[in-house]
């Protein structure tokens, strides 16, 4: 691969600000802890860092619904305090890429309010309103967090358009005078030297403007899960709100405005369709894999047809990106576990994310193993998406209290946004002992999941992690290499190739999803293969291919001499 670009490269490191590093002992992250903390993800070995929204907000959908573009949440610090994190950062090497939000702002940005207080406002048609019918909303459109995707205001007399909840209302980009507004706030930021964006719910910036009823069935109080915007299968659903036409020159404006800057600045969206990379490099340079994910477990068939199916269908100059874990979905420990080999089963899937072909993106907290929060209480939940479907529940659906809640705190997104876990000390070290923090703390803090023992044990998880990290750094073929499966008939292990021809470099990797030992043989010609990395601590410096045995749930990364 001729030079690549160093989002191709990099490993992105999600932080959510909210929860990652409290510096200031008020029970919310902020800038203050994530400066302090940046010399711990340079040792960690991240390259870039995408940060979660951190501007003012009502945080009713945990900053994704901003009242401002070009300034930062009170609560997180100050437009100085955030120059301060990026410079460190940049000192050490570490880029930023700032949460872009296109689609909606929040209710409480002036531009909404002004919007709203007249028919004849300049800015009423900043956002998209529209007159009933029949006594009810304008059409059958849905809300992708539940019930109708319209609000009536009574002030003026019609309804407001929201793709997520009724505090976000939908920006109206067919109006020049948002989309200028919107190119301000992104110049704003890349001036002020920021690496990229991870675009938001771009699938959901357009709907059909002749507003047709939906077609699918699919009823405004049936309730899609708190992901449902990942899911091609469900975004299908609401067919005239999604994907409409435009979406493309838009993708490719904002392009050419990034393009404008030095730096190779990135633009990742929210989506997983392989058509927002457009040519493979005239739109979006990275999206995210989501069908790897969006599974109850991961299998080796389904990773290799996941595999097989996303390369293939990648424009030539475009470039993979996976994840396993984000803000919206449970934790990967949780996730992937089976309840007895959890430790095994997160370390395994760490590796595939490591070394499959494409930019990972790691979720703040994966690295220590953190698992997903069990909240008992409708009142500890903060995710409004998951509130809003138990008022759904109860209310339109007449599910009973106790089921409806059973449902909310199995799905609520809360589960993987506890705050990080920093120390065995009260409250993880998060935040002081006598304070209370945003959302609880998971108790697993005393049981060694914080970063402080993690850091005394080289066995750890977090250690684990560092050192795939440092062989990602160090290795070509993992970094750029191409991806070749083998043994596609195998329904236990997982065996692929990763070549750099250029380098010269090629690396065998074998996970072992099963809980057996698995003995096979491999034709790999004359290669001699040196163990670079096992989760078994072999012994043996190189290995024969003829009698190969992997151990339950073993990762064994080998580097191939000759080049075949
Ligand atoms: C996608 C974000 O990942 C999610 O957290 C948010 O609720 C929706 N977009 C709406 O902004």
């Known amino acids: 691969m001729s030079s690549p670009k160093w989002w191709q490269t990099a490993v992105f490191y999600q932080i959510y600000p909210r929860s990652f590093a409290d510096g200031n002992g008020d029970g919310i992250g902020d800038f203050a802890g994530m400066t302090r903390k940046l010399d711990y993800l340079q040792d960690l070995g991240i390259d870039a860092i995408w940060l979660s929204p951190h501007f003012p907000s009502p945080f009713l959908d945990c900053g994704y619904d901003i009242s401002d573009y070009t300034a930062v949440a009170p609560e997180y610090g100050t437009l100085e305090d955030f120059k301060t994190f990026l410079e460190d950062a940049h000192s050490r090497h570490i880029k930023v890429v700032l949460d872009l939000v296109l689609n909606h702002s929040s209710d409480q940005h002036d531009w909404f309010k002004a919007s709203r207080s007249s028919r004849d406002n300049p800015k009423r048609e900043w956002y998209v309103w529209r007159e009933g019918r029949n006594g009810g909303p304008p059409n059958n459109w849905a809300s992708i967090f539940g019930g109708s995707a319209w609000t009536y205001d009574e002030q003026t007399g019609q309804y407001y358009y929201h793709a997520f909840l009724k505090e976000q209302p939908d920006l109206n980009w067919r109006n020049p005078e948002v989309k200028a507004a919107m190119w301000d706030a992104v110049r704003f930021w890349l001036d002020m030297g920021v690496d990229g964006f991870r675009l938001d719910a771009l699938a959901t910036i357009y709907e ?19 992901n449902a915007f990942h899911k091609d299968e469900y975004l299908k659903l609401l067919e005239f709100q999604v994907r409409q036409p435009g979406l493309h020159e838009l993708m490719q404006e904002l392009r050419s405005l990034v393009d404008e800057y030095s730096g190779d600045r990135v633009l990742i969206g929210e989506d997983e369709d392989v058509a927002f990379y457009g040519t493979g490099n005239n739109e979006l340079h990275l999206l995210f894999n989501f069908p790897l994910v969006n ?18 269908a990648l424009p030539p100059e475009a470039w993979p990106c996976n994840t396993l874990g984000h803000h919206d ?19 395994l899937h760490l590796a595939l994310l490591l070394t499959l072909k494409g930019t990972p993106f790691i979720f703040n907290g994966d690295e220590i193993g953190m698992t997903d929060l069990e909240l008992s209480k409708l009142s500890e939940v903060k995710d409004s998406a998951v509130l809003n479907q ?18 909310v705190l199995a799905t609520t997104r809360d589960r993987c946004r506890s705050p990080l876990q920093w120390e065995n000390s009260a409250n993880g070290g998060f935040c002081p002992a006598d304070v209370s923090p945003w959302l609880p703390v998971n108790k697993n803090y005393a049981t060694g999941v914080n970063v402080a023992t993690q ?20 290795n070509e073929a993992l970094r750029t290499g191409d991806y070749q499966a083998l ?9 692929f190739l990763r070549h750099d021809k250029q380098a010269g470099q090629s690396c065998l990797v074998m996970l072992n999803f099963s809980d057996e030992t698995q003995r096979l043989s491999l034709d790999l010609g004359a290669n001699s293969p040196n163990i670079l990395m096992s989760s078994t601590n072999r012994k043996e410096e190189s290995l024969s291919f003829e009698t190969l045995e992997l151990a339950p749930f073993e990762i064994l990364i080998a580097q191939l001499y000759p080049l075949r």
């Not at 077609?215 to 309730?223: K, N, P, R, V």
């Open 390 to 407: 138990y008022y759904l529940l109860t209310e339109k659906l007449s599910i009973t209290p106790a089921k409806a809640l059973e449902t």
């Open 487 to 495: 043994h596609n008939d195998s329904k236990t292990y997982l065996a």
């Open 329 to 347: 979905i449970s934790r990967l420990w949780t996730h992937f576990g089976d309840g007895s080999n959890d430790a095994a089963l997160a370390k």
């Open 208 to 226: 059909h403007p002749d507003l047709p009823d939906q077609t699918s069935g699919y009823a405004a109080e049936e309730i899609l899960d708190a």
């Open 455 to 474: 850091q005394e044990d080289p066995d750890s998880h977090l250690n684990f992690c560092k050192r795939l990290l440092s062989l990602r750094k160090t």
């Open 295 to 312: 599974v109850p477990k991961l299998t080796v068939q389904h990773i290799r047809a996941n595999q097989a199916q996303r390369l293939t």
